[in-house]
């Protein structure tokens, strides 16, 4: 990759992430968007990822660089050997190949930082270490908060007793939870930590301009679930699907998923079947490409979001939330965490109760007996989504976050966090309201860019 690509940008970020996939599955959605909002804020941006190619590549160099929706990223390893010994020492090699990057690289310190997407584990305090020794301000990426995790490690609770926040010049948070936390923490390890806190945030309009699935339409409506495989997730939507059977409506769950935790396909058919389900109303479609999961959102019935009532819900925003929405069909999700800032049930979503199977169905049934409905509050999900989450309308303030970071200016306590809407429906924007288009919101972001460099 050449390090001097984007020659009229002043500032760079290079994102650090892990991780066996990049840039299809796992945590690639907000990497990547993260990226074209700071472009879009004229801010260059690159990947270097610590972690296997999970598919070829179609590059010149297959296995170590590509680029993806304008993003450029390298792996500084491609592969993920079987034989647990040979494995430890690609990931040892891959470490000394991404620390011999970053020394590569030192010599844009004076107008770039690192954004660190690993949260946990001894990769994150190498990392830290690092970008200490060698000069690189750290961004901090925050979307989870691991110590909370029932499976967290003594490294991990270490690392956010005060490591993870003195190692760091800004934190990038997605919730008012995890804010206030980080504040709490860093006050006194790192008081003059800066902090911003951006939602999931997504490029809308490639879910509007997607087209549904091609054939002719299904006899029964399909809802879509779509994320890693986690069995608590899977088997509850499961569970919810066997009440609406049970209340009359025909319909099926499609499940896009690369890979399933403890339970394998053939286990979730299974499970189904013990809840009186059709072999016929699972459809298990694992990984699918861009345009076929845009299709599948596009011709769902609804799309659903199942959150619990725990700190990992409480605390983070699905990247999944945000293209529901963008997709204009209606979400059926949980009423926890920021998105019941500006999300109202029967309004622009259908919000059940945390955990509760009989109150999430209710909410599937009420799309399906009332499909005008449905559409309207899509329709209106779309709308708080452009508003809202659209990655266009956060690149000022994001990339003015980085760049004081990176010039390591103090900034007030107030500047740059997201505010939403009152979560009041009177204050919600009404559906006939016209928006400008993005193509509009383009130019003008494009002519603000051409300002700033001329002055």
Known sequence: MNDSAVESTQYEVICVCCGHGFPLIGASARVVTIGRTLQAGGLGFRVLHFGPSPVPLTTPNPERTGVYRGIPFEYVFATRPANVLLRYLTYALGLARLTARLIQLRSLRPRAAVYLYVMDGWLCLHVGLLCRLIGFPVVQEMCEWFPAHTDSSALTRWLYWKPIFALATGFLVISKLIESRVREKSSAVNPRLLIHRLPSIVDSQRFIDALGLNGAPTADPYFLWCGVGYTQDVLFNVRVLALVHRAGYRCKLRIISPNYLLWGPEDILTY????????????????????????????????????????????????KLSEYLAAGRPVVTSKVGDLCDFLIDGVNAYVAEPGSESDFADRMIAVLRDSERAN??????????????EYRTHSDSLAQFFIDCIECRPRSVNEGLVKYPNSEPQYLFPLEQKLPTLQVAEHLKQQKLLRRRKT
């Open 376 to 389: 309207q509050v899509g329709a209106a999900g779309q709308q708080t989504c452009l508003l809202q989450l």
């Open 272 to 319: 189904a079947g013990g809840q009186g389900l059709p072999r016929d109303a699972i459809i298990l479609m694992g990984r699918v490409d861009d345009r076929t999961l845009e299709a599948c959102y596009k011709s769902a019935a609804a799309l659903l979001l199942p959150l619990w009532d725990d700190d990992r819900s409480r605390t983070r925003m699905p990247n």
